[in-house]
């Protein structure tokens, strides 16, 4: 399913400042880019129609407003950004007795996962969803920490309007469930393990409240959780990716055990949490095992949105889009010997302004041409029409194969697909003026 013709056309093995103008003007004409917020402030993951009502993506996932929230501050769109994340703190602080019992009894985030803070809400109103979900998710409790300290260093957010309370009782939490060695759903929202695309993401958060701390003044300083005890945390989270890293889970249950995850990509960015060689190490291992002709699967064996994935759904009665957290079994099993996995669009981007910033830095044409060709990736990964499933020019979540046609999932447009494309033509932008 390639992207509209007169979108193709625009494509260049290397961009001048005319010829990238010339795609975010046609981009722009087609609304590919436009990210509106619900009223709350909030994001939606994805536009929802009459054809894909049923797909829970209306809610409100933290880990997808984190992304989409700061694609808009490195667009230079920042009180956007703060609105979202802002919303985001009081949503958190109306949970403070889900904190709260958790740093009391630590056991109480084993017996029931919907006792731990949830992640997943209504954005309308911030109000909690009753449906059974995976809500055992530390990346993104790592991402909501990661950003909002990354908003208060730069001053976007006032220190008259810290939520120091909350911010603490996140710290407090993330040490009394020891979340360098927890069991969590991660990213994708699946059957828990230790994952280290969970624990780089909490370690991102932790080293950003300790840069906040350590410039913020003796109000932040003071709050319960800084100091010695986040220096430790950090440790521990640092001490467990040595072990772990590059794979994505190494525990002896081969049911658990991960060697290769395109959630690692996000240690990355927008999160900074490896260094170099490992980001090197991470890039290598994706594009040699999870790299498709279209897009990058998230890791070998998934079977979310595998081959007919919704002729099978409809045959069981199921729901798509539901929580297979503790039934993955049921879902594995559709896919079957010769059948592919989906192929996202939110990865493509991410290896695009990873080697958009070894430019930045050392001028080297590999580099720029790695930039380019994963730019290009992303770009032909827009859609073409196919009513109602989409229109033209949006971006997709994925690509997957349904009686033998490519085509979408029903969430199209996927606003964190958009965020990440917005910001790797940034990034193209500012490597055009480099060169």
């Known amino acids: 399913m390639p992207p509209p013709e007169s979108l193709r056309e625009l494509l260049q093995e290397s961009y001048a400042p005319d010829t990238l103008a010339a795609v975010v003007h046609r981009l722009r004409e087609e609304r590919t880019l436009a990210i509106t917020p619900l009223a709350s402030g909030l994001f939606s993951a994805a536009v929802t129609t009459d054809y894909s009502a049923g797909t829970n993506y209306h809610a409100v996932w933290v880990r997808d407003n984190v992304h989409v929230a ?30 709260d019992a958790i740093i009391a009894d630590p056991s109480v985030k084993d017996t029931d996962v ?48 810290w939520d120091i309370e909350t911010i603490g009782r996140f710290v407090n939490y993330l040490g009394a469930i020891r979340y360098w060695e927890d069991e969590d759903s991660g990213h994708w929202e699946e059957a828990r393990k230790v994952s280290a695309s969970s624990i780089g993401v909490v370690v991102a958060g932790l080293r950003s409240l300790r840069d906040w701390a350590a410039t913020a003044g003796e109000r932040l300083r003071a709050a319960a959780g800084f100091g010695d005890s986040l220096n430790t945390l950090i440790a ?30 996000f240690l990355i ?23 498709g002709p279209i897009g990058i699967r998230r890791y070998p ?36 010997p010769g059948d592919h996995e989906a192929e996202w ?5 991410i290896i695009s302004i990873w080697h958009a910033r070894r430019y930045l830095q050392s001028g ?25 499933r989409c229109q033209a020019y ?36 500012m490597s055009i003026d480099r060169t």
Request: a negative charge.
């Open 70 to 99: 700061w694609a808009h501050h490195v667009n230079g769109q920042t009180p956007t950004a703060v609105a979202a994340v802002k919303e985001l703190a009081k949503v958190f602080a109306a949970q403070a007795a889900r904190f």
């Open 114 to 161: 919907m006792l731990r803070p949830h992640v997943r809400f209504n954005g309308d109103d911030g109000s909690l969803l009753p449906q059974q979900w995976s809500h055992a998710q530390n990346d993104a409790l790592g991402a909501f920490l990661w950003i909002y300290a990354g908003l208060a260093v730069a001053r976007a957010i006032p220190d008259v309007e």
């Open 236 to 265: 521990n989270g640092e001490a467990a990716l040595l072990r772990i890293l590059p794979a994505e889970c190494v525990q002896p249950d081969l049911r658990k055990a991960r060697q290769y995850d395109a959630a690692l990509l």
């Open 269 to 291: 960015y927008p999160f900074n949490a490896v260094n170099d060689a490992m980001a090197d190490a991470i890039v290598q291992r994706t594009r040699e095992h999870l790299t």
């Open 301 to 336: 064996g998934d079977s979310f949105y595998c081959t007919d994935y919704e002729r099978k759904m409809a045959a069981l009665g199921d729901d798509p889009t539901r929580d297979y957290s503790d039934d993955i079994a049921s879902r594995n099993a559709l896919l079957g």
């Open 345 to 349: 669009c939110l990865f493509d981007p």
């Open 364 to 388: 080297r044409a590999a580099d720029l041409a790695g930039q380019t060709e994963h730019l290009n990736r992303a770009l032909r990964q827009i859609t073409d029409a196919n009513p109602p």
């Open 394 to 429: 949006q971006c997709a979540e994925l690509y997957y194969q349904e009686g033998g046609r490519t085509q979408t999932s029903k969430s199209v447009p996927l606003l964190w697909s958009q965020a990440n494309v917005w910001t790797a033509l940034e990034y193209m932008r």
